[in-house]
């Protein structure tokens, strides 16, 4: 038999908005994981795609800042598109550091049948594009208050 302890809302589950985007999240995911899969993409996969298709040729650490990601997530994930011949990594003449990454024909190929994605996950989340939109603009500048909150706070 559970017993309940909190008498305090704030420590409810339900009441927590790091819940609520964790598990929307979650929803999402699994929506772009079965409409990814006629790509052969993971969802990180397709927004390092996203990010290529925009503009070809980024550093390895330009795409990390574009999705928030780090090296060590980023690189693994790199070498698999690599592998699936969707990009090739190179070496920076001027500064063998950075690495580039370039589609190939193979990864730019894979852009039209990738315009089909948002409108499946748009029909997925029975919303309007307005709303999402709005939604979108909301969730953006949430995280960009935490990270400047954040920010000010380690410093």
Known sequence: ???????????????????ALYST????TRAYRQIL??????????????VLWE?????????GQRLHLDSGTLTPLLKRLEAAELVRRQRA????RQVNIYL????????EKARTVPPQVLCATGQTAEK???LKNELVSLRDTIEGNTAASDA
């Open 132 to 134: 999402l939109i709005a």
């Open 1 to 19: 038999m559970s017993t309940r302890i909190t008498d305090d809302p704030l420590l409810e589950l339900e009441t927590q908005i790091c819940f």
């Open 25 to 28: 999240t979650h929803a999402l």
């Open 55 to 63: 503009r070809d040729g980024l550093t390895v650490k330009e795409i």
């Open 37 to 50: 899969e006629s790509l052969d993409l993971t969802y990180l996969q397709y927004i390092v795609m996203m």
């Open 104 to 111: 190939t024909d193979k990864g730019k190929g894979l852009y």
């Open 93 to 96: 003449s001027g500064d063998e």
